[in-house]
């Protein structure tokens, strides 16, 4: 057995209701708060309130509330954040929760790191030349998802988008992994169907892409293969009725064991080439991968047909991994166009380029070498 190295620092706190005891958690680790957010539908919801007001009773300060997260955050967004941040520190703020779909985690855990180290956060992201170290650890973060996909509960990653370099990296490290976690599987129940579907394909690439690449462990390997039984069990439920508890709660423990695998040794090229696109299309992260995930899988029963086969048993359905794939996309109403997601097939040999610049961390982890040309005919058998 090869030698393999794991670390997850990130306590984890799941069940209905979970939100509304959120502010007993944060007590003992912090008097005050920086709240992160999206636009609107957490708010709507009620779950926004529900927050603030579980922290407030547990004695928590709140003197800053950040709204507006988009989906994929920008370097901008991330840098004038800060600034108002900085306003509160020290003494102010001491520690960061994030509530919401992964961009608002991502921005949660990015803000935190961005409010102790200076300059812009791209400078520590860039994937083109030397990267700006740290110098301080950044504040800790709690995360309260209400998608179940994106894992960023439980990963040490943070999905920054800088329009200007046509670039979607991670900020990634040990120290940036979330020192809790409140999972309540209400929040989830309250996603529309469409970003139900979206965001468990999102979930079920984490587990299907650290599971085929090309380094592998018993604890990954563990974790991938339960995940990838819950996401086709249980994801056509969940959109089908949206308020099925018993559906929302697998999936949201599928996520997570999304976030705890990337933690370990990441995604491959399913992510090096939706990067690119949500990068130019501004396009929902979990659409993207729905689309190229069709060509990745047509690829990795050529390239890894034992690990296929393996994946290809926890889908349902009749034919081979690819088919049973597409047949899941079409269950829950996903089976995505490059038009659906505002791309053309002139973009292709473009989206391959900046995911071989971009992502090359990502296209490392491939099972086997893959070059630009590679990952164009990818993006052709999605097509197929």
């Not at 840098?79 to 949660?108: C, H, N, T, W, Y």
């Amino acid at each position: 057995m090869e030698p393999f190295n794991v670390y997850f620092p990130t306590r984890i706190v799941f069940g209905e209701g979970k939100l509304k005891e959120t502010g007993d958690f944060v007590a003992p680790l912090a008097p005050s708060v920086c709240v992160v957010t999206g636009h609107a539908s957490m708010r709507k919801t009620g779950f926004l309130d529900e927050l603030l007001e579980s922290l407030e009773r547990a004695g928590v300060e709140v003197p800053l509330v950040i709204e507006g997260t988009p989906p994929n955050p920008t370097v901008e967004f991330i840098d004038d954040g800060v600034q108002r941040m900085k306003e509160f520190i020290p003494g102010g703020v001491e520690m960061v929760v994030g509530l919401g779909g992964g961009s608002s985690l991502d921005a949660a855990k990015a803000l935190a790191f961005s409010a102790v180290n200076d300059g812009s956060i791209w400078e520590y992201i860039t994937p083109t030349g030397a990267k700006r170290q740290p110098q301080r650890v950044p504040l800790p973060v709690v995360e309260i998802p209400s998608t179940s996909g994106t894992g960023s509960e439980t990963s040490c990653n943070a999905v920054i988008t800088n329009p200007a370099e046509e670039a979607k990296c991670a900020l990634s490290g040990p120290y940036l992994f979330p020192r809790l976690a409140i999972v309540d599987p209400r929040l989830p129940a309250a996603m529309p169907r469409k970003l139900t579907a979206a965001t468990g394909i999102d979930a079920w690439s984490h587990v299907f892409e650290n599971f085929t690449q090309c380094m592998n462990d018993p604890f990954t390997d563990a974790l991938n293969l339960e995940a990838l039984r819950i996401v086709p069990r249980w994801l056509p439920e969940a959109v089908e009725k949206p308020s099925d508890m018993e559906a929302r709660s697998h999936l949201t423990v599928a996520s997570m064991m999304g976030g705890m695998v990337l933690g370990v040794s990441g995604a491959h090229v399913g992510h090096a080439l939706e990067h690119p696109i949500s990068a130019l299309t501004n396009c929902p992260h979990g659409e993207g991968l729905a689309f190229v995930l069709k060509g990745v899988t047509a690829w990795i029963e050529k390239v890894l047909p034992e690990r296929a086969a393996m994946v290809e048993a926890t889908l349902p359905g009749d034919g081979t991994l690819s088919r049973r794939y597409r047949s899941l996309l079409r269950r829950i109403d996903c089976d995505v166009m490059p038009e659906d997601v505002g791309l053309e097939e002139a973009h292709f040999d473009k989206i391959a380029a900046l995911a071989m610049k971009t992502m090359a961390g990502a296209v490392k982890r491939a099972p086997v070498t893959v070059d630009e040309k590679t990952l164009r005919d990818i993006l052709d058998m999605s097509m197929e």
